[in-house]
């Protein structure tokens, strides 16, 4: 099994490094190995509330999930448990998102 190398934190200086964004992505992965922890004073405090449609739109979509059974042997179950005990996730959430990468693999291959 590969270990996952650990990304190194470059600690911002200004709000001025930020860049502009062109996708979620790439967002997501300057976030991944950026911090604000040296400029927290610097950004500007922001409240939010969710509104009803999309409380009830993820209220709706988590009743139409549909639950099954697996059964794994029991050394895999507990490197499961161990690989999103480091990404500090649920096992049912890292076993989700795995089927959910296979199947799109899968259908970009079909």
Same mark, same amino acid.
Request: charged share 35%; proline share 3%.
């Given at each position: 099994? &590969?270990?996952?190398?650990?990304?190194? $934190?470059? @600690?911002? +200086?200004?709000? !001025?490094?930020? *860049?502009?964004?062109?996708?979620? +992505?790439?967002?997501? #992965?300057?976030?991944?190995?950026? %911090?604000? &922890?040296?400029?927290? !004073?610097?950004?500007?405090?922001?409240?939010?509330?969710?509104? !009803? *449609?999309?409380? %009830?739109? &993820?209220?709706?979509?988590?009743?139409?999930?549909? &639950?099954?059974?697996? /059964? =794994?042997? *029991?050394? =895999?179950?507990?490197?499961?448990? /161990?690989?999103?005990?480091?990404?500090?996730? %649920? @096992?049912?959430? =890292?076993? /989700?998102?795995?089927?959910? #990468?296979? $199947?799109?693999?899968? %259908?970009?291959?079909?």
């Amino acid at each position: 099994m &590969a270990r996952s190398k650990k990304k190194k $934190i470059k @600690y911002l +200086k200004s709000l !001025d490094d930020v *860049p502009e964004f062109t996708s979620v +992505k790439d967002e997501a #992965e300057f976030w991944d190995t950026h %911090s604000v &922890a040296e400029i927290w !004073d610097q950004l500007n405090e922001v409240e939010f509330e969710v509104g !009803d *449609p999309l409380k %009830s739109t &993820a209220h709706e979509h988590r009743r139409k999930k549909e &639950a099954f059974t697996i /059964k =794994l042997e *029991p050394k =895999l179950f507990q490197v499961i448990e /161990k690989i999103a005990r480091q990404k500090n996730i %649920s @096992y049912q959430n =890292l076993i /989700k998102h795995w089927i959910e #990468e296979g $199947i799109q693999r899968e %259908s970009i291959v079909c």
